[in-house]
């Protein structure tokens, strides 16, 4: 049960961390189309 445990909490700080990743991704993608955008209507 401890190693299922073990495995499972290991499992969710990967699951957080590829959440943090996906955010910061999606934050990056929408910083370079909203400075494409400003560019393209100057």
Same mark, same amino acid.
């Given at each position: 049960?401890?190693?299922?445990?073990?495995?499972?909490?290991?499992?969710?700080? @990967?699951?957080?961390?590829?959440?943090?990743?996906?955010?910061?991704?999606?934050?990056?993608?929408?910083?370079?189309? =909203?400075? +494409? @955008?400003? +560019? =393209?209507?100057?």
């Amino acid at each position: 049960m401890a190693i299922i445990g073990y495995n499972i909490r290991k499992l969710n700080k @990967n699951a957080i961390i590829l959440k943090i990743i996906n955010k910061m991704g999606a934050v990056t993608i929408w910083s370079i189309a =909203l400075v +494409y @955008n400003g +560019y =393209l209507n100057e």
